[in-house]
């Protein structure tokens, strides 16, 4: 899991996730590449789990409801079926 990844499944800037893959509790990497360090996603879940609990897992918001509200409720007319 590198850090796009790690920003994606947070919900977090890129600044941020580099602030919080920087603190001393974060997994260490698994793999350090000339492109960005790696780390495993097992690990970086538990953590995760363990430091944001209250921020995981982060779904993604409902879709507004459709239809039934009071302005359907008006008897139809001209322009209205």
């Not at 879709?63 to 302005?71: K, L, N």
Request: aromatic share 4%.
């Amino acid at each position: 899991m590198g850090a796009h990844e790690i920003r994606v499944r947070l919900g977090v800037s890129r600044q941020r996730a580099y602030q919080l893959t920087s603190r001393k509790d974060f997994p260490a990497p698994a793999v350090k590449l000339a492109m960005g360090n790696v780390w495993l996603a097992v690990e970086v879940e538990m953590w995760i789990n363990t430091c944001r609990p209250a921020r995981s897992p982060r779904r993604e918001p409902s879709p507004a409801p459709t239809g039934g509200g009071p302005a359907d409720d008006r008897p139809a007319g001209p322009g209205r079926p």
